[in-house]
């Protein structure tokens, strides 16, 4: 058994025993390592990282994690025949850290694909040593159809990136394969939304990026481990809400990171704000708990339409962490 196999096993064994834990009485601090733990990246392994997949990232100290933007900048999309700006939703990326216990490290990506151009990343990812999580839409309406593919592994932070590197290398998600991004001639998110309006609502800072205007909100409330790391926002483990058009005429389209009691709840909190459920899945395989991730559109005021993000975001935490059934 190669080494990257034992050590994906093991981790996994631990999962499990943390899954376990409050069935055996065992304190929730003596189970879950504590937040903000992790071993930081050092500067070598930063550049090991970069020089591998030809382009630079971002560090968050934070989290100890480092992750490389894969935009589809190739792509023009069109949702419900009006074209949206790729970082509304069409940006993958890369992010590797080291796992708690500092012996090795996690890789986790999320890829846009062309459909035609799935099944052939696949490939690409177990020739390399990778594997895939979740496979799935995020948007209903868009031209082309394009699918989310996530992949991930352990091992050192240079071997992650130098595997993930010769996985994408024939795609066009590759830095090398995509056209220079341009930067738009119009005005920026800034000037399309009323920022202090919308940050009123959600409760949040978000992040202007290009024409878009983006939240990302982590769940401070869980510690959620997977293959031995702790899963934080810059890895994955986030709700998000993007707004492009302008603050008239908006699109939104987002995510919601939710514990399984937490479902119906916030679907029944978007569909009473009339934003549209549009996806229902997983990203991740051996996350402990089990999260559930939410995709959804729509189209408003922008103001109207950060009320649904916002009314979703305060489902979150409310509803515990067993399930619980309406009877019949």
Known sequence: MSHQKLSRRQALRATAFLGTAAFINIPATAALPAKGKTPPLSATEISAIETALGKKGTYKEAEATHTTPLPRNDLKVTVKGQPVPIPFGFGGWVSIKKTVDGNSAVLMSDTVLLQEEVNALISAAHANG?????????????EPRIFYMHLHGMGSPAGLAKKYAATIRQSKISP???????????????????LPALDAIVKYTGTVNGPTYKYTVGRADLTIMAMGAEMTPSIGLNSWASFAGDKNQAHIAGDIAMLEPEVNAVIKALRQNNLEVVALHHHMLGDDPHIIFLHYYGQGPATTLAQGFRAALNELGKHGKAMSHLKH
């Open 130 to 142: 990778l594997e895939v999580s979740a496979i799935h839409n995020h948007f209903f309406y868009e």
């Open 176 to 194: 090398a394969n995509q056209p220079p991004a341009i930067a738009p001639a119009g005005p920026t998110g800034k000037e399309n939304f009323d």
